[in-house]
C-alpha cells in the first residue's frame, strides 16, 4: 500500500517558535506603549527625526541633536511609513527590542534545550525594564539586539573553533554589528571587554591539555600585564584621558550615585527581587547544568555590571544590553530545578492525582514572578497586558505629570507672557511652549556653563540662578514655571525663595509644581532690569521653533 511522503514543514520548527516568541514579545510591547506619555530624551529624537524628514537636518528647535543619529535615521524612517506621531517614532525600538527576544530564544534551543529557551524568552517577554527599552524612542533596545547577535557570532566563531570560510564571514559580520552597537552607545565597550575575558577564559580551557599548565599561567600573567601596560599608556594620550574623564563623569542628576558601587546590585534587587539578590547562586547552579553556555553568560553579564557599578553614570537602562545574559542565566539554573519538582511530584502523588503536579509547577512559577514584581500589586508588571488597563502608566514614568496637567497648563501657557520649564522638550509637545529652560543639571552639560546659554540641543536659553529668576520676574508681568521635584531640588536656596516670595503655586499633578506671577495682581511693580530686551528677545527668538501638540 502506498505511503503519502511527508512534506518538510515551511519553517524549521525552531524559527516558527521564535516568529511566535517574536508576536507575543511584540504584543506586549505594543500595550506597554499605549498611553505611555513621552519619556526623558524620548523626544530628542523625535523632534530631530521630523527635521530630518522635512530638510535632512537633525534640527532640535533652533538646536542640533546629533547623538546616535543612525537611530535618528530610523526613527525619520519610521515616521515617514506610519505618521508623524510619538507612537510611529517608537517603532524601531519596539521591533529591535522583540527581535532581541526572539533571537535569545533561538539561541538558548541551540545551546540549552527548548524548555531553557521558553523561559528565558518569557522573562524578557514580561521583565519591566526590558519592556520600557523596547517603547522608548530610545536606542537602548538596538543597541541591545545588535550587541547581543554579535557576540553571539563571535560565541559560535570561539566555540567551533575552526578557520573555514563561514567563520571568517560571521566574524566580519559580528564586527560589523558590534562597532554599529558602540556608534548607538560607548558604554557597548564594556560588554566588550566581558566577551574578552569569556573568550580568554574559554580559550585557555581548550588547550589545557595541549599546554603546559606553567606556560598557561605564564601566558595569563603577560596577557594581565600587557592588558594593564596598554590601559596605562592609553591613559596618558588625550584619547584615553577624554575616555576615563567619560567613564568617571556624571550629571547633576546622576551625582548622589557617582560613587556607589553597589548601586546595580541594589537595583537589581529592587526590580527583580529573589532573581537579584540570587544571582550569584544561578550562575553557579546554571555553570553546574550547562557549563559553556552559562559561563559566557555569566563572565559577560558579572564584568559589564562590574564594570558599570565603577563608572560615573548610572540608571537602568544603560545596562539594559546585558539584561538578555541575565536572563538566560536564570532560565539555564532555574528549568532543571523545575523539571526535577515536576518529576518528583509525579512519583510522591497517586497516579489519579497526576494532574496536580502542573498545577503545583505553576504555582511555584506563579511565585517566582510575585517575587519578581515585589515593589508593585502581585504580578502588575508580568502580567501587565492582561490585568492593566491600556491608561495605567508605567512605573518611573516621567511624563505622566505632563501629560495629566495638560488640560490645566494650556490655557496658563497662552496667557503668560514667559513661560519657564524644567524640561523644553515636554513642554513643548504638551503645550507647545517653553521660553526659557530652567534645569540646572543639563545647564552645566553646555560650554560654557554659564546663565543664559542656549542648550546645545535645542537652542532654548538656559537658567537657573536666583539673578536671572529675578531678572526674569522684573521684565515680565505675568509669567509661568514648571518644574518637577528634582529640577527644583537643583537649584540654590536662593533661586527656591525667589520662587516662594514672588510666585504663587499652580495646582498640578505630581512630581509636577507649576508657579505663576502676574503683576497687576499680587506682585507691586519692580525696576524693569537693563537686560529687559535681551530677555524679551530671547522670547520671540523662541517662540517660533515650537511646534504645538
Known amino acids: 500500500m502506498a505511503t503519502t511522503p511527508t512534506r518538510a514543514p515551511w519553517l524549521p520548527a525552531g524559527v516558527a517558535e521564535a516568529l511566535l516568541v517574536f508576536l507575543l514579545a511584540l504584543l506586549v510591547r505594543l500595550d506597554a506603549m499605549t498611553g505611555l506619555p513621552p519619556q526623558p530624551d524620548d523626544l530628542y529624537h523625535f523632534y530631530a527625526a521630523q527635521s530630518y524628514l522635512a530638510d ?5 528647535f533652533s538646536g542640533t541633536y546629533v547623538r546616535a543619529a543612525d537611530f535618528t535615521r530610523l526613527v525619520a524612517a519610521s515616521m515617514g511609513l506610519f505618521g508623524h506621531s510619538l507612537g510611529a517614532a517608537r517603532i524601531p525600538s519596539l521591533l529591535a527590542s522583540a527581535l532581541l527576544v ?58 567551533e573553533g575552526s578557520a573555514r570560510l563561514s567563520s571568517v564571514l560571521k566574524t566580519g559580520l559580528a564586527l560589523v554589528l558590534l562597532a554599529a552597537a558602540a556608534r548607538l552607545q560607548i558604554v557597548t565597550l564594556i560588554g566588550l571587554m566581558g566577551f574578552g575575558a569569556w573568550a580568554a577564559l574559554y580559550l585557555t580551557w581548550r588547550i589545557r591539555h595541549a599546554v603546559r599548565p606553567a606556560w598557561l599561567a605564564v601566558g595569563w600573567v603577560a596577557l594581565l600585564l600587557g592588558g594593564a601596560s596598554l590601559a596605562f599608556l592609553v591613559a596618558q594620550t588625550g584619547f584615553g584621558a577624554r575616555l576615563l574623564e567619560t567613564y568617571r563623569s556624571a550629571s547633576l542628576w546622576a551625582q548622589p550615585d557617582r560613587d556607589n ?96 503536579a502542573p498545577l503545583a509547577l505553576g504555582g511555584v512559577a506563579l511565585l517566582l514572578a510575585a517575587l519578581l514584581v515585589k515593589e508593585v500589586p502581585v504580578l502588575e508588571r508580568t502580567a501587565r497586558s492582561v490585568v492593566l488597563p491600556p491608561d495605567r502608566p508605567l512605573v518611573m514614568d516621567a511624563g505622566r505629570g505632563w501629560q495629566a496637567s495638560r488640560a490645566r497648563l494650556l490655557p496658563l501657557a497662552r496667557q503668560a507672557e514667559v513661560f519657564l520649564a524644567d524640561d523644553d522638550l515636554q513642554a513643548a509637545f504638551h503645550v507647545a511652549r517653553a521660553d526659557f529652560f530652567m534645569n540646572r543639571s543639563q545647564l552645566l552639560e553646555n560650554d560654557p556653563a554659564e546663565e543664559f546659554v542656549r542648550d546645545f540641543r535645542t537652542g532654548t536659553p538656559m537658567i537657573s540662578s536666583a539673578e536671572s529668576l529675578s531678572a526674569i520676574v522684573a521684565c515680565f508681568d505675568r509669567g509661568l514655571v514648571v518644574s518637577g521635584t528634582l529640577a527644583l531640588s537643583w537649584l540654590t536656596p536662593e533661586a527656591r525663595q525667589v520662587i516662594e516670595t514672588q510666585m504663587r503655586p499652580v495646582e498640578l499633578v505630581g512630581p509636577l509644581h507649576g508657579y505663576e506671577w502676574n503683576r497687576g495682581a499680587q506682585i507691586p511693580a519692580a525696576e524693569p532690569s537693563a537686560d529687559c530686551g535681551r530677555l524679551r528677545a530671547f522670547v520671540a527668538e523662541t517662540a517660533p521653533h515650537r511646534v504645538a501638540p
Request: charged share 10%.
Open 56 to 60: 535632512g537636518s537633525f534640527g532640535v
Open 261 to 356: 558601587v553597589l548601586f546595580y546590585y541594589y537595583l537589581l534587587a529592587q526590580h527583580y527581587g529573589v532573581l537579584g539578590n540570587y544571582l550569584p547562586l544561578a550562575a553557579v547552579a546554571a555553570f553546574a547544568f550547562f557549563p559553556r553556555p552559562a559561563l559566557f553568560c555569566a563572565i559577560v553579564l558579572c564584568v559589564g555590571l562590574l564594570l558599570h557599578s565603577f563608572g560615573g553614570m548610572k540608571q537602568d537602562r544603560y545596562i539594559a544590553y546585558l539584561l538578555p545574559y541575565f536572563a538566560a542565566l536564570w532560565a539555564m539554573a532555574a528549568w532543571p530545578m523545575l523539571r526535577a519538582l515536576q518529576t518528583r511530584l509525579s512519583v510522591m502523588l497517586a497516579p489519579r492525582w497526576r494532574m496536580a
Open 102 to 159: 526572539a533571537l535569545v530564544y533561538l539561541w538558548l534551543r541551540r545551546e540549552a534545550g527548548l524548555g531553557i529557551a521558553i523561559l528565558a524568552a518569557a522573562l524578557l517577554i514580561l521583565l519591566y525594564p526590558t519592556v520600557l527599552v523596547g517603547a522608548l524612542v530610545r536606542f537602548y533596545a538596538l543597541q541591545a539586539l545588535l550587541f547581543w547577535a554579535g557576540t553571539a557570532l563571535l560565541y559560535r566563531v570561539v566555540t
